[in-house]
């Protein structure tokens, strides 16, 4: 069941201006979206993820964000904590998941999309 605070609560802490929602990158609204789908499903409450993101930002320091991504490496390493606390990865899958794509980056041609191979 979604939590009912959860939409308010979502879009009170997106970042944006009066255009709408402002990611610098696309990883950004990525995690965005996959915190929110997440909540909505019922994996973790709005205000779980709130305190989890609140601790998160509270740990950086201003030269971590001096590049402005600071808000969404926090809201990353949040989403991070919430899914392996509740089973649905594993630090070892994340890590494996991350090297995989690093590679497939590595390995693509210039201009060409990078695609996970299949495992």
Not at 15 to 28: H, Y
Not at 68 to 89: F, H, K, S, V
């Amino acid at each position: 069941m979604t939590d009912p605070n959860f939409r308010a609560a979502a879009e009170a802490v997106l970042p944006g201006d009066e255009a709408g929602p402002v990611f610098r990158e696309p990883w950004q609204a990525q995690a965005f979206a996959m915190a929110v789908a997440l909540s909505a499903a019922g994996h973790f409450s709005w205000a779980d993820w709130a305190a989890t993101l609140s601790r998160k930002l509270a740990g950086q320091t201003a030269e971590a964000d001096a590049d402005g991504g600071g808000y969404y490496r926090a809201w990353l390493a949040a989403l991070e904590e919430l899914t392996d606390g509740r089973g649905l990865t594993s630090p070892d899958e994340r890590s494996s998941r991350q090297e995989s794509w690093a590679e497939a980056y590595r390995t693509t041609p210039h201009g060409s999309p990078v695609n996970l191979p299949s495992d």
